[in-house]
């Protein structure tokens, strides 16, 4: 039987994936943050992994990288509320295999996790127009790379630098060299111009 570890931080999200998994046949064990996933992962190897990409100050996309790239066999579905044409190519550029937000019917769920039981990919197609604003955000976005989007989201949650350096295992002043390279990418001028950005942008 084939293994599937659930990543998620609500219990009400993990059971019903718990219950969608069980009826494709895959034995389940679920956590709800980063560092019981990467024990898990270190311990039971699962084929599938679900993950979201907000969990308790912690962001899946440091997890996706560090799970593609230690474990290159193991399929990552993210599930999440964040916005597919914000991340879905990023997270295919991390190495993800699947991408389904929460605000999809529950078939396109069932419909991704079957595909890649199978050994397929699934991800949505996303034919979205862009004003110029958003072209232009959207482009500095792409620019950066995982860790820095990583720290941007954290910032824009409230974490402070001491606790992003302890989530992400770095020092202070790699996560305040992070910051001001953040700054000086989105062409802004203070950590308020950055929570901005960050919400304006869906992040």
């Not at 991390?94 to 419909?111: P, Q, W």
Request: aromatic fraction near 6%.
């Amino acid at each position: 039987m084939k293994k599937v570890l659930i990543v998620d931080d609500h219990p009400v999200i993990r059971g019903a994936l718990r219950l969608v998994c069980q009826n494709e046949g895959f034995a389940v064990t679920d956590v709800s943050g980063a560092t019981e996933a990467r024990t898990r992962i270190k311990d039971d190897v699962p084929e599938l992994v679900i993950l979201d990409l907000v969990m308790n100050g912690f962001d899946g996309l440091d997890l996706l990288v560090w799970i593609t790239g230690q474990y290159p066999g193991c399929a990552v579905l993210v599930f999440t509320s964040q916005d597919a044409q914000h991340f879905c190519n990023r997270c295919i550029s991390a190495g993800a295999r699947g991408f389904v937000t929460k605000k999809s019917d529950l078939k396109e769920l069932i419909k991704a996790i079957h595909a890649m039981k199978s050994g397929y990919s699934y991800f949505p197609q996303m034919p979205v127009r862009l004003d110029f604003q958003q072209q232009s955000e959207q482009q500095a976005l792409e620019r950066l790379s995982t860790r820095e989007l990583s720290i941007l989201r954290m910032l824009e949650m409230g974490m402070r630098g001491k606790d992003i350096a302890e989530a992400l295992f770095l020092s202070p002043k790699t996560v305040s060299t992070y910051k001001t390279r953040l700054l000086e990418k989105l062409g802004l001028n203070s950590l308020v111009g950055l929570s901005e950005f960050a919400k304006r942008n869906q992040l």
